[in-house]
């Protein structure tokens, strides 16, 4: 089995509370066709059978919905390599990869894992790079944490999540502190009963200059 093209890599960030695995999950659940592999630090809330283990060495579980997850536990290179060799077993082509990043990740050292290795740029390419962030205490997490900020600056697009529990006010001051860290990215509003698929996936925002 060869693939004719490059996968597709998603990388979802966002500080800690902001929604990651929650969205995520929802994106999975809804009717897309396609064969994914998700690489999570934790399970968290992806609802995974324990008892379909396809490689114990890095921990591939097939999920509920058919799709694969990955625990990154060791270096993302070898997670990678790993869902390739499962790839190839199964006679399989993944249409996509989805990297959630833990809360306090930074960005940039994970999307330079894919331009430091030349096998990775063989296989993979760069999607886009989408940054969550908590609608009611992004400027605190913005004013206290680096990590916060880092993500932001790094994103294509960012989506403000939990606008439930914020006001306009609140809302209109962290949209102008987004602006200032990173006025090329787009800034949309996410809803958690209307998250469409391809408005996550296939955007191709993501440019290594």
């Given at each position: 089995?060869?693939?004719?093209?490059?996968?597709?890599?998603?990388?979802?960030?966002?500080?800690?509370?902001?929604?990651?695995?929650?969205?995520?999950?929802?994106?999975?659940?809804?009717?897309?066709?396609?064969?994914?592999?998700?690489?999570?630090?934790?399970?968290?809330?992806?609802?995974?059978?324990?008892?379909?283990?396809?490689?114990?060495?890095?921990?591939?579980?097939?999920?509920?919905?058919?799709?694969?997850?990955?625990?990154?536990?060791?270096?993302?290179?070898?997670?990678?390599?790993?869902?390739?060799?499962?790839?190839?077993?199964?006679?399989?082509?993944?249409?996509?990869?989805?990297?959630?990043?833990?809360?306090?990740?930074?960005?940039?050292?994970?999307?330079?894992t894919f331009f430091r290795l030349p096998y990775l740029q063989e296989y993979f390419v760069i999607d886009s790079v989408m940054t969550l962030v908590d609608a009611?205490?992004?400027?605190?997490?913005?004013?206290?944490?680096?990590?916060?900020?880092?993500?932001?600056?790094?994103?294509?697009?960012?989506?403000?999540?939990?606008?439930?529990?914020?006001?306009?006010?609140?809302?209109?001051?962290?949209?102008?502190?987004?602006?200032?860290?990173?006025?090329?990215?787009?800034?949309?509003?996410?809803?958690?009963?209307?998250?469409?698929?391809?408005?996550?996936?296939?955007?191709?925002?993501?440019?290594?200059?």
């Amino acid at each position: 089995m060869t693939y004719l093209q490059k996968i597709p890599v998603t990388i979802i960030t966002g500080f800690l509370g902001s929604g990651k695995t929650t969205v995520i999950n929802q994106l999975l659940q809804q009717p897309h066709q396609e064969r994914i592999a998700v690489i999570v630090n934790e399970y968290g809330e992806i609802g995974v059978d324990h008892q379909l283990v396809i490689n114990s060495e890095e921990e591939i579980f097939q999920m509920n919905n058919g799709c694969l997850c990955c625990t990154l536990r060791s270096d993302l290179s070898n997670v990678l390599h790993s869902i390739l060799e499962v790839s190839k077993e199964q006679e399989t082509v993944f249409d996509r990869i989805i990297i959630e990043t833990t809360g306090l990740a930074e960005p940039g050292p994970i999307v330079q894992t894919f331009f430091r290795l030349p096998y990775l740029q063989e296989y993979f390419v760069i999607d886009s790079v989408m940054t969550l962030v908590d609608a009611v205490n992004g400027l605190h997490q913005i004013s206290h944490y680096e990590e916060s900020v880092d993500q932001i600056a790094f994103a294509d697009k960012i989506w403000l999540t939990k606008l439930d529990e914020a006001d306009n006010r609140a809302e209109y001051f962290l949209r102008q502190k987004l602006v200032s860290l990173n006025p090329h990215a787009e800034i949309e509003r996410l809803d958690k009963t209307d998250l469409p698929f391809d408005h996550f996936f296939g955007q191709q925002l993501f440019d290594a200059a």
